[in-house]
């Protein structure tokens, strides 16, 4: 299996990897990135030495290698461009979320994808719904243990959000806001959970902590206030036992993003859910889950806890799942998608996250952001 990547950064190198454990051999064949020649040299000493091919333009790799399936892992401004340059060769592509950053890419992405037939080989970068926890989930909602799912409450308190304000993701232009860099995840496995259409989104969001007066550009070796930042590396590593993601200030008046976001959706049916995210929880403070209420009982779980619980309102039982994914990154849901391309590749299967995934939830995550900028509620659906 010879894949091709465009974009080989840390996300999309660890996914390699992945299939590269389950597939028993190298499938890295090229490679089209800005950095080459530090890739280059990083490859070399992991053992790739001259086993992978370089180019500076996709269409060119496209072209000159003959490939099993390609992998996007740029940086998120790209995703959607990059997308488009691949579907029309009908390969099997491996797409890193959120699918785009902007209506504008979002709605030419999709374009793209239905003109090319809305090909099935296409999977998103959606671990979460992929994972154990979700699967069982969705098993005992379908089943109707706990009647029709009437409302949920969904949290996302993220323990390692400075890597939003110290490295590249500080720069909203790159990341699009953080809905979609992490509700896009949230909103996917609830939407598969569901199985319904969301129709209505309201939100809003806040900028309270990674804000300040620092001038743009400085670097805690050039600021007089490092040795009592609690940000600075120093400080980080005595006290909190954490390391910097970059060299960005979480204080100076070029930082990026929101620091906090929650949103109310409303679907087809008439029932709604209610999602909150924050990015300065710390340590035992993280919770990533959900709470499924219907009329015959609730289902809840915790990505940090691992755990799945059901609580009967009609008799006095709680069922309680463990479930032990502690060295497994996004609850075993990463080797879930690594091996589902894999499939994909190799005609044994379709996408378990396909492209109408990854379109949905990124016009989610952009109607919310458009919606906590105007104060207005926002339509989920496409411009004519």
């Known amino acids: 299996m010879r894949l091709g990547v465009i974009g080989y950064g840390a996300r999309i190198s660890h996914m390699i990897k992945k299939m590269e454990a389950l597939a028993g051999e190298n499938v890295l064949a090229a490679i089209v990135d800005v950095r080459n020649e530090e890739i280059k040299k990083r490859l070399e000493s992991e053992g790739y030495g001259g086993k992978v091919k370089f180019y500076t333009d996709v269409e060119d790799m496209l072209s000159d290698c003959q490939l099993d399936g390609v ?12 997308a488009m340059k691949v579907i029309p060769h009908h390969i099997p ?3 890193e979320k959120p699918v785009a ?3 504008e890419d979002l709605v030419a992405l999709k374009r793209v994808y239905e003109e090319n037939g809305s090909p099935k080989n296409i999977v998103v970068s959606f671990p979460l719904r992929v994972t154990p926890m979700v699967k069982l989930a969705k098993e005992i909602i379908d089943s109707g243990k706990i009647g029709t799912v009437e409302h949920v409450q969904a ?7 400075l890597v939003y304000y110290q490295g590249w993701y500080r720069d909203e232009k790159e990341t699009g806001g953080l809905f979609l860099q992490k509700a896009t995840h949230d909103f996917d496995y609830i939407n ?3 199985g319904i259409k969301p129709v209505r989104v309201c939100a809003v969001t806040s900028k309270q902590i990674f804000k300040g007066n620092k001038p743009a550009g400085i670097t805690c070796d050039k600021c007089e206030d490092a040795h009592t930042c609690p940000e600075s590396p120093r400080n980080l590593e005595l006290f909190a036992n954490e390391k910097r993601h970059g060299e960005g200030c979480c204080f100076a008046i070029d930082t990026g993003n929101e620091d906090s976001g929650s949103a109310i959706i409303e679907y087809e049916t008439g029932m709604h859910v209610v999602y909150s995210q924050n990015f300065y929880s710390r340590k035992q403070a ?3 889950g959900a709470r499924f209420i219907g009329y015959k009982g609730t289902l809840e779980f915790d990505w940090y ?3 799945l619980k059901v609580y009967m309102h009609f008799d006095s039982r709680v069922e309680s799942y463990k479930f032990t994914a502690e060295n497994a990154e996004h609850g075993g849901g990463d080797m879930a998608l690594a091996l589902n391309f ?5 005609k044994k299967a379709e996408s378990v996250s396909p492209l109408d995934a990854g379109l949905l939830s990124a016009l989610m995550c952009i109607k919310a952001r458009e919606s906590a900028r105007t104060k207005t509620f926002q339509d989920i659906s496409w411009p004519e």
């Open 286 to 288: 993280a919770a990533r």
């Open 305 to 307: 806890k691992d755990e």
């Open 71 to 82: 992998c996007i892992g740029t940086r998120c401004s790209l995703h959607a461009r990059m």
């Open 192 to 194: 598969y959970i569901l």
């Open 155 to 161: 949290v996302n308190n993220v323990p390692y959000g």
């Open 342 to 346: 894999i499939d994909v590749v190799n």
């Open 93 to 95: 592509l491996f797409l």
């Open 101 to 103: 950053t902007t209506m």
